[in-house]
C-alpha cells in the first residue's frame, strides 16, 4: 500500500496541495511558539559590554518571592574576597549609572535623551572589558574629563577635545572630551567612560557587577566554583550565556511573561492547527470517496485502505514537517524581535529553538494528519464494496457519534471558561488567560454542528432569497440545501477566524480602555513634569512646591516588588510619593489614617489588598522591594483601591534607594484652585528650563506610562493573534479553493445546459453570502464566550470597551476571503471551455 500511496500523491498533487500548505504552516507556528517558551525558560543573555570576562559576579536578580525589576548593589568587600581567589587573576569592579550626552553648547533645557545621548556611564577600568580600543585621545583622569563610545559622539557632535554635557542623577555638568573609543562587531547600548574616582563619586561607591579574570592556563569551571564559594550566597556568578543578565538588572521580570504568552498562545496554536489540518485532510479525503470506492470494488480491503490513507498523510507529515523547520526558526525569531522592540524582553536576551520545540511542532502536525485520517477516512475504508460504490453518488452523512462527542467535549469546555471568568477569576493579569480559550473550544466545538446549523439557516433563508435573487438564488439554495457538508467546510475555518480575532482584540481593547481610565482617575495632579536626564532628585520637589500657586506636589517613582504576607507572596506595583503633596496629587478616597504620616519606615495601601494580607493601620507589611530588600514597614493608612489599579504607596525616599535610577520619574503638580492654570503653567516651564531634559505636561500624558507591563504586552498580543489569525485565514483560502475546484465539473455541466457566466458567478456568490450569514453569526457567538465574560469583570458591562469598527473590520475581511477564494477560482476554471472541463473532470 506505501507504493500506491505514493502514486497517489504522485498524480493527486493539486488534491494534497491544501493540506500540505497547512502542515507545513501549522508546525511552523507550533515551533516558534515552542521557541518562544524555550528561550522565556532559559533567558540566556549574551554579555555586550563584558565579553571580556568570562566569569561575572552580580546581585541576585532573583528572590524566594520571584525575579526582581530594579538593580541589586554587591557589597563593595566582595571585590576583595573575589582578587584573592586561588586562579583569579584580576577581579574588576563595574558599576553603571543613567546618563544623558548633549553637546556642550546646549543648556540644561535642551537635554533630548532620543536626540542626545542617552546611555549609561561607567568607570573607565571597565573599559577593557568590551573590549573598548581608545581610538582617538586618552584615557579620562580628571574628575571633568569623559571618553565617549564612537556612536554617541556621532550623535553628539562631539570629538576628542570638545566639551559635553553630561546630566548624571538629575545634576548636569560640563566635560572634556578626552578620548573617543570603539568595539569590534555591533550591539549593546553605546556606553560613557569617566574615571574609576569620578565613578566612585557619582554612584556613591557601590559595585554593580565584578568581572572576574582568570589566570592563564587556570580551569573556568574551577575558578568558577572557587568564586561561588568565595561569595558565600551573596551573589549571582555567571558564565557563558548567562553573563549578560548582569548587564540588564530587571531582565527575568519578562521570564513569567514570556513564558505565559508562549503557553497560552501555543495551545491556541495547536488547536487552530490540529482544526485546519484536519478540516482540509478530511475535506481532500471526503473528495476521493469514489475513488476509495473503486479500490473496495477490485478486493482492497479496509485495513489496507487505512494504511494507503495513512502512508500519504505520513509522507506528507513528514516533508511538510521538514521544511518548516527553518521558517518556524525564523519566525521564531521574528517574534522575539517583535517582544524585544516592543519591550516585553530585554534586547540581550538571546532567542533560542532547540530540538524540542521542533519535535513538538513535528509530532503537532503529525499527530493532527493522523487523527483526521482516522476520522475522515474511517467511513470509506469500513464500508463493504458495493455500499462504498453507490455511496460515492450520494451526499456525506454528517451526523455521527464521534462528531456529537467532540462537538459536546469542545462546547462544555468553552462554556465552562466563561463562566469561571464570570464566576471564579478575579481582576487580575490571569484573567485573560482564561476568558481567551474560551472563544476557540466553543468555535470548534460549534463548528462540528454547522453542517446542521447550515442546512437550517438555508431552510429559514431559502424562500426570501429565492424571491430577491431569482434564478442564481434558486440554484444556490437547491446546492446548499442538499450539500450542507460542503457549506459548513468552507464556514468552519471562518467562524474560527472571527471567534479568535473578535474576542482577543476587543479583550484588549477592553483591557486597554479600562487600564487608561483607571490610572486617569487615581490622578489628582494638573500637571507633570518628566525628564529626559534620568529624573529629579529630591530637592527638586521641595522647590516645586514652594512656586505661587502650588497647592501640592509629589515626586512619583514606580517599581514593582512583592508583599510576603500570611496568605502568600504576592507581585505588587510600587509607588513612592512625597507624604506632603500625596493627598493633593492622588485622588485617593475613603482613606483611613494618616497619609501625611507616610515617611521613614511606613506604608499606605487599598482596604481590599490589606483585609487579603490579614493587616490594618497599624500593623507591619513584609514587603519585598525591586532589588531584592526585605522591609516590614508599618501600615499608616487604607483608601478605597481599584482592583484594575492595585499599587503600595511608600515614601519616596524609601523606594528611590531601592531603584536602578534613583530619582522620581515624574513630578505630580496640584494647582491652588484660585490659580490661573496658564500662569503656573509658564511658572513651571520657567522652572523646567533650569533643570536638565524637564518639560512640562498636563496629567493625561501619564496615561500613556501607568503600567509599563500592560503597554508592552499590547504589542505582544497582537503580534501573536496575528500569527494565528494569518494560520486561520490561510486555512480559509484553502479549504475555500478545494471545495470550488471540485465543482469544477458541476460549473462545466450548469454552462453546458444553458447557464451563462453571469448566473453562475450570480449563484457562487449568493452561495457565498449564505456562508457569510452563517459565519458572521457562529462566530459572533464564539467570540461572545470571550467579550462578554471578560467586560462583565472588567467594566461591569456586557459590551466590551472600543470601537465598532474592530468587529466592523474583522467581518469585512472575513467577507473578503469568502468572496475571494469562491469566486476567483471559478473566474479560472470558467476561463476553460466548459467542454474541456466536463471531459477532463
Request: glycine share 10%; charged share 15%; proline share 5%.
Amino acid at each position: 500500500m506505501g507504493l500506491l500511496a505514493f502514486r497517489t500523491l504522485k498524480f493527486r498533487k493539486a488534491s494534497f496541495v491544501a493540506t500540505f500548505f497547512a502542515m507545513f504552516l501549522g508546525a511552523a507556528i507550533v515551533m516558534a511558539c515552542g521557541g518562544l517558551m524555550e528561550t522565556g525558560i532559559r533567558m540566556d543573555a549574551q554579555p555586550q559590554r563584558l565579553t571580556g570576562a568570562p566569569i561575572v559576579v552580580t546581585a541576585d536578580q532573583t528572590s524566594d518571592a520571584g525575579a526582581l525589576s530594579e538593580r541589586g548593589r554587591l557589597d563593595p568587600g566582595l571585590v576583595a574576597a573575589v582578587t584573592d581567589v586561588p586562579g583569579v587573576a584580576e577581579a574588576v569592579p563595574d558599576v553603571s549609572f543613567p546618563a544623558v550626552v548633549v553637546p556642550g553648547g546646549a543648556g540644561a533645557a535642551d537635554i533630548d535623551a532620543a536626540d542626545g545621548g542617552s546611555t549609561a556611564g561607567h568607570g573607565w577600568t571597565s573599559a577593557a572589558l568590551a573590549p573598548y580600543t581608545l581610538d582617538v585621545g586618552a584615557a579620562p583622569t580628571g574628575a571633568d574629563e569623559v571618553v565617549l563610545d564612537k556612536a554617541l559622539a556621532e550623535r553628539a557632535d562631539a570629538s576628542a577635545g570638545s566639551r559635553v554635557v553630561l546630566a548624571v542623577q538629575g545634576v548636569s555638568r560640563s566635560y572634556l572630551v578626552s578620548g573617543i573609543v570603539s568595539r569590534p562587531g555591533s550591539g549593546g547600548d553605546p556606553a560613557v567612560f569617566v574615571s574609576d574616582d569620578q565613578a566612585h563619586r557619582l554612584t556613591g561607591g557601590r559595585v554593580d557587577s565584578i568581572a572576574v579574570l582568570p589566570e592563564d592556563g587556570a580551569s573556568l569551571a574551577t575558578v568558577t566554583a572557587a568564586v561561588t564559594d568565595a561569595v558565600d550566597g551573596g551573589a549571582s556568578v555567571l558564565t557563558g550565556e548567562r553573563r549578560g543578565l548582569a548587564e540588564a538588572p530587571g531582565a527575568l521580570t519578562a521570564q513569567r511573561t514570556v513564558v505565559i504568552l508562549a503557553a497560552v498562545f501555543g495551545s491556541w496554536a495547536v488547536l487552530v492547527v490540529l482544526f485546519g489540518v484536519a478540516s482540509t485532510l478530511g475535506l481532500t479525503l471526503q473528495q476521493r470517496t469514489r475513488e476509495m470506492a473503486l479500490l473496495r470494488s477490485i478486493g482492497t480491503t479496509s485495513s489496507q485502505l487505512r494504511r494507503m490513507i495513512l502512508w500519504e498523510t505520513s509522507v506528507l507529515s513528514v516533508v511538510a514537517t521538514a521544511l518548516a523547520v527553518f521558517p518556524g526558526y525564523l519566525l521564531g525569531r521574528l517574534i522575539c524581535s517583535i517582544l524585544t522592540d516592543s519591550g516585553v524582553l530585554s534586547p540581550v536576551i538571546v532567542f533560542h529553538q532547540g530540538p524540542v520545540p521542533t519535535l513538538v511542532g513535528a509530532v503537532t502536525a503529525v499527530l493532527a494528519a493522523a487523527g483526521a485520517t482516522r476520522f475522515a477516512g474511517r467511513k470509506a475504508a469500513r464500508t463493504e464494496p458495493v455500499a462504498a460504490l453507490s455511496d460515492s453518488e450520494v451526499r456525506p452523512r454528517w451526523f455521527t457519534r464521534n462528531r456529537m462527542l467532540l462537538s459536546l467535549f469542545f462546547l462544555t469546555v468553552g462554556l465552562s471558561l466563561s463562566a469561571t471568568t464570570v464566576l471564579v477569576m478575579e481582576n487580575g493579569p490571569t484573567l485573560a488567560s482564561t476568558a481567551g480559550p474560551a472563544s476557540v473550544f466553543f468555535s470548534i466545538g460549534i463548528a462540528l454542528l454547522a453542517p446542521g446549523i447550515c442546512a437550517a439557516v438555508v431552510a429559514v433563508l431559502g424562500w426570501p432569497v429565492r424571491l430577491l435573487t431569482g434564478l442564481p438564488g434558486r440554484l444556490a439554495v437547491r446546492n446548499t440545501a442538499t450539500n450542507p457538508v460542503r457549506m459548513a467546510s468552507a464556514a468552519a475555518p471562518v467562524i474560527m477566524l472571527i471567534a479568535i480575532a473578535t474576542g482577543t482584540l476587543y479583550m484588549q481593547s477592553t483591557e486597554d480602555v479600562v487600564s487608561a481610565r483607571s490610572y486617569e482617575e487615581g490622578i489628582s495632579a494638573d500637571f507633570v513634569l518628566d525628564s529626559d536626564a534620568g529624573g529629579f532628585r529630591p530637592e527638586a520637589v521641595e522647590r516645586v512646591a514652594a512656586l505661587p500657586g502650588v497647592a501640592a506636589a509629589s515626586g512619583l517613582i514606580t517599581s514593582r516588588g512583592y508583599v510576603e504576607a500570611e496568605s502568600g507572596t504576592t507581585d505588587t506595583a510600587l509607588r513612592g510619593v512625597d507624604a506632603g503633596g500625596v493627598g493633593g496629587t492622588l485622588a485617593l478616597r475613603d482613606v483611613t489614617g494618616a497619609l501625611d504620616a507616610l515617611s521613614g519606615d511606613t506604608v499606605a495601601l487599598s482596604a481590599a489588598r490589606a483585609e487579603t494580607f490579614g493587616v490594618t493601620v497599624g500593623d507591619r507589611l513584609p514587603v519585598r522591594l525591586g532589588d531584592g530588600t526585605g522591609i516590614k514597614p508599618e501600615v499608616v493608612a487604607l483608601y478605597a483601591g481599584d482592583p484594575d489599579e492595585e499599587f503600595l504607596l511608600l515614601p519616596a525616599a524609601t523606594l528611590t534607594a531601592h531603584t536602578t535610577a534613583g530619582l522620581a520619574e515624574h513630578l505630580l503638580v496640584r494647582a491652588d484652585p484660585d490659580t490661573d492654570p496658564g500662569i503656573l503653567s509658564s511658572e513651571l516651564a520657567s522652572f523646567a528650563a533650569e533643570l536638565p531634559g524637564a518639560s512640562v505636561s498636563d496629567s493625561s500624558t501619564l496615561s500613556g506610562s501607568s503600567d509599563s507591563i500592560q503597554q508592552i504586552l499590547v504589542t505582544a498580543n497582537y503580534t501573536v493573534v496575528a500569527m494565528i489569525v494569518g494560520y486561520a485565514a490561510i486555512t480559509v483560502i484553502n479549504t475555500l479553493v478545494v471545495v470550488t475546484r471540485k465543482r469544477r465539473r458541476e460549473i462545466g455541466l450548469s454552462r453546458l445546459t444553458g447557464a451563462t457566466r453571469a448566473q453562475v458567478f450570480g449563484m457562487l456568490s449568493v452561495e457565498g453570502a449564505l456562508i457569510s450569514v452563517v459565519a458572521v453569526l457562529l462566530g459572533t457567538l464564539a467570540a461572545a464566550t470571550t467579550i462578554v465574560p471578560y467586560a462583565m469583570v472588567k467594566n461591569d458591562s456586557f459590551l466590551p470597551a472600543g470601537p465598532v469598527w474592530i468587529y466592523l473590520a474583522v467581518v469585512g475581511g472575513s467577507l473578503l476571503l469568502i468572496f475571494g477564494g469562491t469566486l476567483y477560482p471559478s473566474w479560472r476554471g470558467m476561463r476553460t471551455p466548459p467542454v474541456e472541463t466536463v471531459a477532463a473532470e
